[in-house]
Each structure stands twice: as C-alpha cells, then as structure tokens.
C-alpha cells in the first residue's frame, strides 16, 4: 500500500513537471515567434531598392541606409582582421604552448569576466581610449578597436575548446613522426579544430551586427557615404545604431522597423550558416 501511494506521488509529480516544462516550452517559443512576426510583418513592406541603395537627403526629404549597410560592412571587416589573428593566436599559446597552469587559469578567468561586462561600459572605455587618449576621434576604427576587446574573449574561448576536443594521441603521432611543435599545430591540431573556431567566428559576426551601445560613443551617428578606407577614418551608424537613430531621435518608425526586419534576417541567416559550417566539417571529419 505504502509503496503504490509513494508511486502514484511520483507519477503525479513527474506528470506535473512534464506539463510545467511544456509549458515553458510553449511560452518561450509563443513570445520569439510574436516578436519575430511582429517584426518582420511591420518592417518587410517597408523595404525597397530606394531605402537600400540611396544615402540620406533631407533636402530632397528622402531616407537611405546604403551608408549604414555600408559601414556595418566596414567595422565588421576591420574587427575580424584584427581580432581572429588575436584570438585564435592567444587560444593556441595558451593550450599548447604556455606551462604555467595558474597563470592560464588567471588570464581564463579573466577572459570569463570581460565577457560578461555590459557593453556599454565598452563603450566609454573606448570613448575615453580610444578617441581621446589615442587620438582616433569619433570613427568606425574606434569602434572596430571597442568590438576587437569585447569580442576577444569569445573568439579566444572558443578555439580553445575547440583545440581540446583534437585528441592527444594526434599529437603524440605528429611528434612520433618527426613534426615540430608548431608543424604539429599547423598540420594535425588545427585542421582537425577548423570547425569550431569557424563557427564562432560566424556567432561573432552576429554580435558585432547587434552591438549599438558600444558604437554609440565610438563609432558616431554619421550617415555619410564613403569608401572603405575613407569611412575607417570617418564617425559613422552601423545599421543597429541607425535603428535608434530612427526610432528614437527622429521618429521614423517604419524605417527603424525595416532595419531591424533587416538586421533579424541576418541574424537567421548567421545562425543557419553557423550551423551548417559545423555540420559540413562533421562530416568531412567522418569521412
């Protein structure tokens, strides 16, 4: 008797959690498809080739974004030529080359810790850096170098479990066979940890396309259109800080709603090619 009371308990608690869950379920997935619809439907029918392919003209009263597409392109350009370099370079004199145990453990540490600063706090730091002390002003190379300190922990921490997952016998057969230390890494370790460190180079695009707090103060509201080396050097909106612009100094609701249909199709397509970058390299591996 005592036993089928205990088990009927059981049941009705497994049942009850069961249902909770789904529940959790159904209101996580409800509320991401309100808000992506919502989204998408507000801003996909303000969309055209004149938004896309035009600058801004207050004289002719018309709205462009092709400088804000424009200089996302730029500042994501200058933060992963200079921040993958760092990452992936630090990832590996820290796996397989660095000794001291305790000193990888402080710089670990510290590397959890700045990813977990607010953004913003980025942004006065490189204010501060950056534009004043450096002397770079108020320029999308500012703002590249923000992106570079706030995206470095990331990259760095995942090549490095990335470089932990190739086994150490692959290893001890590269040295068996007469490669050096860096051959080893060149040849066996990293194409055997390419997958990883690729995809989170992708998921880094994706916060670099999302981040307006850090640009705010960095990189400027400018919406002039210019070249790839001429625009480094000048203030300029990426397309997120273009959408607090719009929405939040001017007003222009459906043109905030078109970049932000804009920045979540993005988002979609750097997750799926995430996703599928790391599957294509699981296969390769299998074969």
């Known amino acids: 008797m005592i036993t089928e ?20 379920v159904i209101l996580t997935a409800g509320l991401t498809l309100f808000m992506m619809a919502y989204v998408l439907v507000r801003g996909v029918p303000n969309i055209t080739w004149e938004l896309l392919s035009t600058k801004p003209s207050y004289l002719e009263d018309r709205i462009g974004i092709l400088p804000d597409i ?8 200058a933060t992963l030529v200079i921040v993958i370099p760092l990452g992936v370079g ?18 670990e540490y510290a590397a959890e810790t700045l990813s977990g600063i607010p ?19 108020t320029t999308l190379m500012a703002g590249a170098m923000t992106l570079v300190i706030m995206n470095l922990p990331t990259i760095m ?29 060149r040849t066996v370790v990293l194409p055997n940890c390419v997958d990883g460190v690729i995809t989170g180079c992708i998921l880094t695009v994706g916060r670099i396309l999302g ?12 919406h ?10 000048s203030a300029g909106a990426t397309l997120t ?42 296969k390769k591996k299998a074969y």
């Open 5 to 24: 009371k205990i088990s009927g308990k059981r049941k009705g608690y497994i049942g009850l959690m069961r249902v909770l869950m789904w529940l959790a």
């Open 70 to 77: 424009l200089n996302t392109i730029y500042i994501v350009l």
């Open 90 to 107: 630090a990832a590996v004199y820290l796996t397989e080359y660095a000794s001291n145990k305790k000193l990888v453990g402080i710089i």
């Open 119 to 137: 953004s913003i706090i980025y942004g006065l730091v490189g204010m501060l850096f950056f534009c004043q002390f450096l002397g770079m002003k």
């Open 157 to 185: 921490r995942n090549t490095q479990e990335s470089l932990k997952t190739v086994p150490q016998s692959y290893r001890e057969g590269a040295f068996g066979l007469g490669a050096g230390k860096w051959r080893m890494i």
């Open 211 to 222: 981040e307006s707090a850090a640009l705010l103060f960095t990189a400027g509201f400018a």
């Open 224 to 233: 002039a259109l210019n070249g790839l080396f001429d625009g480094l050097k």
């Open 241 to 282: 800080v273009a959408l607090y612009v719009y929405a939040k100094e001017q007003g222009e609701f459906e043109v905030a709603f078109a970049i932000a249909a804009i920045l979540m199709v993005l988002a979609f397509l750097i997750n799926l090619a995430a996703s599928m970058v790391g599957k294509y390299f699981q």
